[in-house]
């Protein structure tokens, strides 16, 4: 910043730029429905542009300080930031998916840059003696509450007005923050020289194609009935070779795009396996959309405003985090512990509680639950993976973090719940139907009662008929739903059980207290 702008001030500025990117997105999630209605298209090409953007943030950040290193700091805030407004209007107006889709990538991509500026600005404010777990203690809670909000917020903006008025409204915020870089940011001359032959290309396109073909198997699986599709047969055919390629190349070259030592390293390994089971547990939210949507019938706005209640629980996360890393009195296994017994406690509750009758506010507490176990385990882990790990391999576990925790986790688990659910759902079907005949008396009741309702509204017999048979048909799918909805729970609390009791033996460290381990340009 300028050195007249107080202390004050500045700070104010860094958070105002910042405050777009955390809820910038290509596709967003809280719209999708209105999106794909206005379109014509499926929701699936929704959910490809936001996994899309994630994947374009994972390709970014090996290069993001080679490249940062050729900018100013204004210069570099000005660019993308004016970058990505083009790119925000062209998602608000175009109506071409494809386009959405691109765009969505190019957004996650621009975003990566200015997530690093901002990580390295904000070491010295949340953490002037550079310890990382304290560092993470505040900067998840903000990256994580800003998609909840920019969610919460998309789906508001979708009902009452239109879906384009999210992109209008980060587009206002970016203006802002434009006009405050100009006005207190110091400009600072410096020949932009970005190193083109540092930058492997090659292997950039090749990891980005491998990502998203992956992300398109899994979200569009089931729409298009899996290897039935042509793209889908050819893209897992192209899969295992861009990945011999990738890995063949990263070996071979002098300067690889990303090491692959990161990947002989135990701890990264455990970690990586245990972000990707949290993001698996975490993906269960969309069986509660799923729930509040065809059960107990509630509208998207507050469907997609229960994610807010996340937030107070990374902010609890975050505290016990700060807390226990610092003053490390107990062992590190029994913070791993604690945040799956939140999982079990939050499937627990979710089994036992959902019913037809069950009311919205009943799942205020378990959702908060998800946020504190999810915030707790996603710290502790940013810490343990760089335990150890060379100072030089920061950058390349980072790539590996984002892509796996951010990219394939959620599109893998996403596709794993949605197709166990439909497979239950019309087993569950199946299972019903056989019984509800007119010899069954608490089916023939049902029938009865929709027979004469429809009748006494002055239908015809024959119409009346048909409309008793839809409203029973239409129990049945409800019921058939519930069935699979706590089928998979109970699956899944089984499991976060297990889990959490291993987790409380597993030795992560031979000791009690352990190294405080420093920040750096990989926390993501």
Same mark, same amino acid.
């Given at each position: 910043?300028?050195?007249?702008?107080?202390?004050?001030?500045?700070?104010?500025?860094?958070? *105002?730029?910042?405050?777009?990117?955390?809820?910038?997105?290509?596709?967003?999630?809280?719209?999708?429905?209105?999106?794909?209605?206005?379109?014509?298209?499926?929701?699936?090409?929704?959910?490809?542009?936001?996994?899309?953007?994630?994947?374009?943030?994972?390709?970014?950040?090996?290069? %993001?300080?080679?490249?940062?290193?050729?900018?100013?700091?204004?210069?570099?805030?000005?660019?993308?930031?004016?970058? &990505?407004?083009?790119?925000?209007?062209?998602?608000?107006?175009?109506?071409?998916?494809?386009?959405?889709?691109?765009?969505?990538?190019?957004?996650?991509?621009?975003?990566?840059?200015?997530? #690093?500026?901002?990580?390295?600005?904000? &070491?010295?404010?949340?953490?002037?003696?550079?310890?990382?777990?304290?560092?993470?203690?505040?900067?998840?809670?903000?990256?994580?509450?800003?998609?909840?909000?920019?969610?919460?917020?998309?789906?508001?903006?979708?009902?009452?007005?239109?879906?384009?008025?999210?992109?209008?409204?980060?587009?206002?915020?970016?203006?802002?923050?434009?006009?405050?870089?100009?006005?207190?940011?110091?400009?600072?001359?410096?020949?932009?020289?970005?190193?083109?032959?540092?930058?492997?290309?090659?292997?950039?396109? *090749?990891?980005?194609?491998?990502?998203?073909?992956?992300?398109? %198997?899994?979200?569009?699986?089931?729409?298009?009935?899996?290897?039935?599709?042509?793209?889908?047969? *050819?893209?897992?055919?192209?899969?295992?070779?861009?990945?011999?390629?990738?890995?063949?190349?990263?070996?071979?070259?002098?300067?690889?795009?990303?090491?692959?030592?990161?990947?002989?390293?135990?701890?990264?390994?455990?970690?990586?396996?245990?972000?990707?089971?949290?993001?698996?547990?975490?993906?269960?939210?969309?069986?509660?959309?799923?729930?509040?949507?065809?059960?107990?019938?509630?509208?998207?706005?507050?469907?997609?405003?229960?994610?807010?209640?996340?937030?107070?629980?990374?902010?609890?996360?975050?505290?016990?985090?700060?807390?226990?890393?610092?003053?490390?009195?107990?062992?590190?296994?029994?913070?791993?512990?604690?945040?799956?017994?939140?999982?079990?406690?939050?499937?627990?509750?979710?089994?036992?509680?959902?019913?037809?009758?069950?009311?919205?506010?009943?799942?205020?507490?378990?959702?908060?639950?998800?946020?504190?176990?999810?915030?707790?385990?996603?710290?502790?882990?940013?810490?343990?993976?760089?335990?150890?790990?060379?100072?030089?391999?920061? #950058?390349?576990?980072?790539?590996?973090?984002?892509?796996?925790?951010?990219?394939?986790?959620?599109?893998?688990?996403?596709?794993?719940?949605?197709?166990?659910?439909?497979?239950?759902? *019309?087993?569950?079907?199946?299972?019903?139907?056989?019984?509800?005949?007119?010899?069954?008396?608490?089916?023939?009741?049902?029938?009865?009662?929709?027979?004469?309702?429809?009748?006494?509204?002055?239908?015809?017999?024959?119409?009346?008929?048909?409309?008793?048979?839809?409203?029973?048909?239409?129990?049945?799918?409800? &019921?058939?739903?519930?069935?699979?909805?706590?089928?998979?729970?109970?699956?899944?609390?089984?499991?976060?059980?297990?889990?959490?009791?291993?987790?409380?033996?597993?030795?992560?460290?031979?000791?009690?207290?352990?190294?405080?381990?420093?920040?750096?340009?990989?926390?993501?």
């Amino acid at each position: 910043v300028r050195q007249w702008v107080p202390d004050w001030l500045g700070l104010i500025s860094i958070f *105002i730029v910042i405050l777009p990117v955390t809820m910038l997105n290509g596709s967003y999630t809280g719209s999708m429905l209105e999106v794909s209605n206005t379109l014509g298209t499926n929701s699936e090409d929704i959910t490809m542009g936001y996994y899309a953007a994630s994947a374009g943030m994972a390709i970014a950040y090996p290069i %993001i300080p080679k490249v940062l290193a050729a900018f100013s700091v204004k210069s570099l805030l000005l660019i993308d930031l004016v970058l &990505q407004f083009f790119l925000s209007w062209v998602c608000a107006r175009t109506q071409n998916a494809d386009i959405l889709i691109v765009c969505s990538f190019a957004v996650g991509f621009l975003k990566g840059f200015l997530m #690093l500026w901002f990580i390295r600005y904000a &070491q010295k404010i949340f953490s002037p003696k550079n310890v990382r777990s304290e560092f993470y203690a505040y900067f998840y809670p903000i990256v994580f509450s800003g998609g909840q909000i920019s969610m919460a917020l998309t789906s508001q903006l979708a009902y009452y007005y239109q879906w384009q008025y999210m992109y209008y409204f980060t587009i206002l915020l970016m203006l802002i923050a434009i006009i405050f870089i100009l006005l207190f940011f110091r400009y600072a001359k410096r020949p932009m020289r970005i190193p083109y032959k540092e930058i492997d290309g090659r292997s950039m396109f *090749i990891i980005a194609a491998t990502l998203l073909f992956s992300i398109y %198997i899994f979200t569009y699986g089931k729409t298009l009935d899996w290897f039935s599709s042509p793209k889908i047969r *050819i893209y897992t055919i192209a899969i295992p070779i861009l990945i011999y390629l990738f890995i063949h190349r990263q070996r071979t070259q002098e300067k690889p795009y990303v090491s692959l030592k990161p990947l002989h390293h135990h701890k990264s390994i455990i970690g990586y396996t245990f972000m990707v089971l949290v993001m698996f547990f975490s993906a269960s939210s969309s069986l509660i959309t799923n729930y509040l949507n065809s059960i107990i019938r509630v509208d998207s706005v507050h469907a997609n405003s229960l994610s807010l209640v996340l937030i107070p629980g990374f902010i609890v996360g975050a505290i016990i985090c700060f807390w226990w890393f610092r003053w490390q009195r107990w062992r590190f296994r029994y913070l791993i512990s604690g945040g799956m017994f939140c999982y079990v406690i939050y499937l627990v509750i979710l089994y036992f509680g959902i019913t037809p009758y069950s009311t919205y506010e009943m799942l205020y507490f378990p959702v908060f639950l998800r946020g504190l176990g999810m915030m707790t385990l996603f710290i502790a882990f940013g810490v343990y993976v760089v335990e150890d790990l060379d100072p030089k391999l920061m #950058l390349s576990n980072a790539f590996f973090l984002i892509s796996l925790r951010s990219v394939l986790a959620p599109a893998i688990s996403a596709s794993f719940f949605s197709n166990l659910l439909y497979y239950l759902q *019309i087993k569950g079907m199946n299972t019903l139907s056989e019984h509800m005949t007119l010899t069954n008396p608490l089916a023939s009741s049902h029938y009865a009662q929709a027979m004469n309702s429809a009748l006494a509204q002055g239908h015809g017999y024959d119409e009346a008929s048909q409309l008793a048979a839809n409203n029973f048909y239409s129990t049945l799918q409800q &019921q058939s739903l519930l069935l699979g909805i706590k089928t998979v729970i109970g699956y899944l609390l089984i499991a976060a059980l297990v889990i959490a009791v291993v987790s409380a033996f597993i030795p992560f460290h031979k000791t009690l207290k352990v190294a405080v381990v420093k920040t750096g340009d990989d926390m993501v």
